[in-house]
């Protein structure tokens, strides 16, 4: 679902020169979509919008309502 940055890949493949099996970790949160203003709990993809880019992580609600 999402696309990891060109830098990530890089620093992945690194890691894996010294250990093999090392994967990606997935970052698994609460998040608000900025487009869709859809709330999801998971990776950072909306799955209404079908992105990742107009999430930002969900903390407060007073935090949402200022963008």
Do not use: N
Not at 27 to 32: L, P, Q, V
């Amino acid at each position: 679902y999402v696309r990891p940055e060109r830098r990530e890949i890089q620093l992945i493949k690194r890691l894996q020169q010294f250990v093999p099996d090392a994967l990606p970790v997935v970052r698994k949160a609460s998040w608000h979509c900025r487009q869709c203003h859809h709330d999801y709990y998971g990776e950072r993809y909306c799955t209404h919008c079908q992105t990742g880019g107009f999430s930002i992580p969900r903390t407060t609600q007073e935090e949402i309502c200022e963008f």
